[in-house]
């Protein structure tokens, strides 16, 4: 019976791990994107106008 729930606890643990790995990729990204919104805009704009070719 305990190792059932040990196998639960180390599932779980493992996801919260994942989670907080995620979230942090994220916060880096956002970071990183609010630097250069303007880059971003333009690269768009570039882009809708590429595929309008």
């Known amino acids: 019976m305990p190792s059932k ?3 639960r606890k180390q ?3 493992n996801l919260v791990t994942d989670i907080k790995q995620t979230i942090d ?3 880096e990204l956002e970071n990183y994107t ?17 595929e309008g070719i």
């Open 25 to 27: 990729s994220t916060a």
């Open 11 to 13: 599932i779980i643990k």
């Open 34 to 50: 609010t630097v250069t919104p303007a880059a971003t805009k333009q690269q768009r704009y570039y882009v809708k106008n590429r």
């Open 5 to 7: 729930y040990r196998k």
